[in-house]
């Protein structure tokens, strides 16, 4: 017999490797969006979610149920995430680094891989379409770059106690078993925590603008823009506040005049220079980017994600890493036109 959810079922002919993911794979995606959040990088998410299956692997042994197997791979994963952070320096973004730049025409400064930035995280990675609809939007409602970029300026602990309460409603004294502390430390350090993030949120609020339903609109613009090399049309669509940034550049521009002119001059091209898929990262809307080569193909430069408001599209992330538009469960290369694409 082998334990499940409390109960027991018969095991017969079962290995304890089969027994073990039948128990512990229905929390691999939650797991990473976890890690994600408290380390702003979905390679190093990926590392621990791996380290944390295979310290609970090693210790399956010793499980006894006086938690449940949630509570006790989320035990594991905070302990390795608190472990990575305390030799990590935080994640930041170019606005985090220094001021915009005031010259669109002039070239961006080269890509600075001695700096740790946050990176993005396609939802294709944590949620799926059987997903219950209610518990997608509160995912991807919690892992909005802004929230991420502001998780950063906190400690490890308080990272995992806010988490912990505020995003996965974890009860105060599960955060305190979880996290070896008191229930009135844990109320503690979220006070102090959820203070800080408020704060941080005045601070950039330009981040932090929640998706307005007419997200998908401005995001099919934004592609029509860059396919068409519309200026104009881009013009139209960001807000008078906008902001881009696109790291490991340091380089990031802000007010529409300036993005603007620094897209018309540099990036857009000319019509059929780029070609665009809709995604979805970090819950919002976003693009995967293609750039034409010398034969015509169309090849996964990275992707764009999107912050919508009312009055437009307010902050445009770019990475440019090819890898980011398979992680988005979408093709490398492409032709003229890309598969299923209307006539």
């Known amino acids: 017999m082998s ?17 073990f993911a039948d128990l512990t794979q ?5 797991l990473l969006a976890y890690c994600y959040r408290m380390l702003g990088s979905h390679e ?37 995430c608190l472990t990575a952070l305390a030799h990590r320096s ?12 005031g010259n669109p025409y002039a070239a961006t400064d080269p890509a600075d891989n001695g700096v740790a930035w946050l990176g993005p995280l396609p939802d294709a990675l944590v949620t799926s379409p059987s997903d219950d609809p209610a518990a997608v939007a509160v995912t991807r409602d919690s892992l909005r770059l802004a929230l991420i970029a502001t998780l950063q300026h906190l400690s490890g602990r308080q990272r995992a106690v806010l988490i912990l309460r505020d995003v996965l409603d974890f009860p105060a004294a599960e955060v ?15 006070q102090r925590a959820r203070a800080r993030v408020d704060g941080l949120a005045h601070a950039a609020a ?11 609109a401005l995001l099919d613009e934004y592609i029509a823009a860059f396919e068409n090399a519309d200026a104009i049309l881009l013009e139209r669509i960001l807000h008078r506040d906008a902001v881009i940034e696109m790291p ?10 300036t993005c603007v002119a620094y897209l018309a001059n540099q990036v857009l091209g000319t019509p059929g220079t780029w070609r665009m898929l809709p995604t979805s990262v970090n819950g919002m809307p976003a693009v995967a980017a293609y750039h034409r080569d010398d034969t015509g193909t169309y090849i996964a430069f990275g992707i764009g994600v999107l912050t919508t408001g009312s009055g437009g599209i307010t902050h445009i992330a770019v990475f440019g890493d090819p890898d980011l538009v398979r992680h988005c469960g979408l093709p490398a290369t492409a032709g003229t036109r890309f598969p299923g694409a209307e006539p």
């Open 44 to 80: 190093d998410a990926e590392d621990l979610v791996q380290e944390t299956y295979l310290r609970a692997w090693r210790g399956y042994d010793g499980f006894q149920e006086r938690a449940s197997v949630r509570t006790w791979l989320y035990r594991i994963a905070t302990n390795a």
């Open 90 to 101: 935080r994640r930041v973004l170019p606005a985090d680094l220094g001021d915009a730049s």
């Open 206 to 216: 330009h981040r932090s603008e929640p998706t307005d339903p007419r997200g998908r």
């Open 3 to 19: 334990r499940r959810g409390g109960g027991v079922v018969p095991t017969e002919d079962r290995s304890p490797n089969a027994e």
């Open 248 to 257: 490991p550049s340091r380089t990031w521009f802000s007010g529409k005049r």
């Open 176 to 190: 305190a078993e979880l996290l070896g502390t008191s229930t009135a430390a844990v109320k503690s350090t979220l």
């Open 26 to 30: 229905p929390y691999r995606r939650e």
